[in-house]
């Protein structure tokens, strides 16, 4: 069920720059938070987990949540980002994946992001244990930014790549494809050791054997896909367009690109997250 995408229209604008949007339905900003409440709370805790700590430790239900969620501020902005691009790719952008690890119920620290790449999913055409060469992994990641973008970049080695030099104002979409190439290039095997710690740690032996699955890529060969996503305040979105050099998408032709501009994008993520504790 499409409890978060139905917000959202697809609009070919800025297809031919390699750029898909999705546009957000803000008559319905209202309804919107109200459905995103469960599936962002359980995007850090069940509610089987819940019930089972609520009734066991006699903690409040409203501490229990509390207690997971981050701060107001960068970390909140991005844990927004990364669970709606979460929810977006599980119900529309990539709704064959059948298995969905919420990394964000893994943290130990609220007050900091989720490690590795932002949301990764897999795809099995059978099960594990019947490997498939069309089995999938495919990987989001999330940019986030709730106000107008500023600042100027020093380019690392990497954004030398595309004609982009030091000095130009920042951009989401080079941020966000260059990080989705870091997934790409080493940080989907450093996720799969993370979450194989967390596994481990946790006696998630359906976890792990996914894992393991997709580790032995040379013996059982699998399809990868890697997207990026820039989740921008709508009033920004015309200085992003203007800022995103057009060799971008040529360099990293392997990428899929979408935006999802909000208008007041930084009201909408702290109406949200004002109202978990009382799921």
Known sequence: MAFVSKYFTKDDTYIAKGIT??????????????????????????????????????????????????????????????????YMATELWSPEVNYTPMKWRFKDDPKKASPKTDVILFQFINDVEHPDANDKLITYEAKAHATAVTGKYKMHKQKKAITYKDGKDVCSFVDAIFDADKDRASRVGESIIYLKNHAENNDDDELMNVLLRFENGYSNSYKAEYNAVAIIESTDLANQIARMPADLLTTFPDITLYCM???????????VYSQLETT
């Open 21 to 86: 949007l999705y546009v957000f339905d803000e008559t319905k900003t209202t309804a919107f938070v109200k459905d995103c409440l469960l599936p962002f709370r359980r995007a850090y805790i069940t509610d089987e987990k819940l019930d089972k700590i609520e009734v066991k430790k006699q903690n409040s239900r409203t501490d229990i949540i509390k207690r997971r969620l981050p701060d107001p501020g960068d970390v909140m902005s991005g844990d927004f980002g990364e669970i709606l691009t979460f």
């Open 261 to 271: 501009p909000i208008k007041d994008l930084q009201n909408v993520y702290e109406r």
